[in-house]
């Protein structure tokens, strides 16, 4: 039996055994594993260096403190989430009391991507233990050092058959989808998402796909053009725009562009300097492929600022391209880059309808400070979540759950709504035993007549 088949197997057996289900036992894992990782925040550090290229503050804003936010929040609130809540009961079944019950779902697989390789893996994996699940993590190939450590680290703390982390390329993806899980919780590209989700469709097996996309901006000619620039480079050249809700392309209008391209120039050389191939605060892409993908892109439309790269060091100068067709091909595909493209819009209606043409994104973001725009963008454009004024900082709230919509992914997690995502709600009736209604039971007779009262 190959080894994920047979961790897989005892897992299912361990649950089976109920050991997951005390709630005081599932805090006591997630305290064991924020110790560890305290513990271990300089190995942490090291490896997202390595892998990427992260300074420590960026390492810990991003990846690690968001982590131990999590685990804090769900401690604390995981014993009030679990306990039995009551519902009232329609008088058709009176006089009963209803309720539902939190259960856990049972094996979890959770596949996260390269980009925040810890957050990715360690976020998705505190919500399944708070759930009261057994979890195997399969994170990526690309991201070798940061794998190689958080495995170290779930091994030292769990037995196999409750917590398993494998390592791997596609054999090992694929061995893993051919498993029989309760849950498939996904985070990476729509493309393997979809590849994903047909799988699970195979065992009727519930997925969580958190996908990427292109995430717009929109800058009005209302928008404080300095904080915006300000917040939008700091957004976009964050993990050398290799977040999934980082601002893909900006629509602007026509008498916004240049004014907020100045800007842009100027915040960007503030944060990484007039030379920022040399910054120690700029990450580097995580692969050769990546890093040509993007240079490729640059390539074939107008540089208004950046575009510099260092093919040794995989770093890529934060790039403004403008103007910016339609057609161009940094606009076909998510761009996962420091590159930052300006498109600009006659009426907000036109940059509305770009948006609506294309898949929801994962994120959206607007700068203005004309509330009848903000409403009108909300309205007409769907997606996962977004910021007003800012970027990216929408995912850092545990009491706002995080995913997307469409192309952009299905299901939603962070704080509470982890606890949702990964139990299932049981609802319950319970009758009294001291009265029995007699109306539904035969004969019927006139009975309809009650029936019409009760049921309108
Ligand atoms: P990816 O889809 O290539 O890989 C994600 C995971 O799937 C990895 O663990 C990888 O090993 C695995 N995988 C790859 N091919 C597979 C296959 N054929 N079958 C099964 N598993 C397979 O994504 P990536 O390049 O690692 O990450 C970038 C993408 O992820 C971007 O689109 C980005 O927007 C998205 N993303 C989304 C979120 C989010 O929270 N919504 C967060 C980060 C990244």
């Excluded at 994996?125 to 690309?142: F, Q």
């Excluded at 794998?147 to 893993?176: C, D, Q, R, V, W």
């Excluded at 796909?209 to 800058?219: D, I, R, Y």
């Amino acid at each position: 039996m190959a080894i994920y088949e047979e961790t897989l197997k005892k897992q299912r057996e361990y649950f089976r055994t109920g050991a997951t289900l005390p709630i005081e036992f599932r805090k006591r894992m997630l305290i064991k594993l924020k110790d560890e990782l305290r513990k271990r925040e300089d190995d942490i550090i090291r490896a997202l260096g390595e892998d990427l290229g992260k300074s420590d503050f960026e390492a810990y804003a991003t990846e690690i403190g968001i982590v131990y936010g999590e685990i804090s929040y769900l401690v604390k609130h995981i014993s009030s989430f679990m306990r039995k809540k009551k519902v009232p009961s329609p008088i058709t079944i009176f006089k009963a009391t209803s309720y539902t019950i939190r259960e856990p779902l049972g094996n979890v697989l959770i596949m996260s991507p390269w980009n925040y390789p810890f957050q990715l893996t360690m976020v998705p994996l505190a919500g399944a233990i708070a759930g009261g699940n057994t979890a195997i993590v399969k994170p990526s190939r690309y991201s070798k050092a940061t794998s190689k450590l958080m495995k170290e680290i779930i091994e030292s703390l769990f037995p196999p058959e409750y917590i398993a982390a494998f390592e791997g390329g596609h054999e090992t993806n694929t061995a893993l989808l051919e498993g029989k899980y309760d849950l498939i919780f996904f985070t990476g590209s729509p493309n393997v998402g979809k590849i994903v989700a047909a799988k699970a469709a195979e065992t009727l097996t519930p997925t969580v796909l958190e996908l990427g996309g292109k995430s717009p901006v929109f800058v009005d000619e209302s928008a404080d053009i300095k904080l915006t620039a300000r917040r939008l480079a700091w957004g976009k050249f964050l993990n050398a725009g290799q977040t999934c809700v980082a601002p893909d392309y900006v629509l602007c209008s026509r008498s916004t562009a240049k004014p907020l391209i100045e800007a842009l120039k100027e915040e960007a050389g503030k944060m990484f300097s007039s030379t920022p191939l040399g910054s120690d605060d700029l990450p580097k892409i995580i692969n050769e492929r990546h890093f040509e993908r993007i240079k490729g892109l640059i390539a074939s439309s107008a540089i208004a600022f950046g575009g510099d790269s260092d093919k040794d060091t995989r770093k890529i100068a934060p790039t403004i391209l403008y103007p910016v067709r339609e057609t161009d091909p940094v606009m076909q595909e998510e761009i996962f880059g420091p590159v930052l493209p300006i498109l600009e819009y006659d009426t907000l209606s036109d940059a509305i309808d770009f948006v609506r043409n294309r898949e929801k994104p994962l994120a959206l973001y607007v700068f203005s400070r004309n509330r009848e725009n903000i409403e009108r963008i909300h309205s007409l454009c769907s997606f996962g979540g977004g910021c007003i004024n800012d970027t990216v900082v929408h995912l850092s709230n545990p009491r706002l759950p995080f995913g997307g919509v469409g192309n952009s992914g299905m299901g939603s997690y962070h704080g509470k709504r982890s606890l949702e995502t990964f139990t299932h709600q049981k609802s319950i009736v319970k009758e009294a035993l001291w009265i029995d209604l007699p109306v539904r039971y035969a004969p019927f007779g006139r009975k309809i007549k009650l029936l019409r009262m009760l049921m309108r």
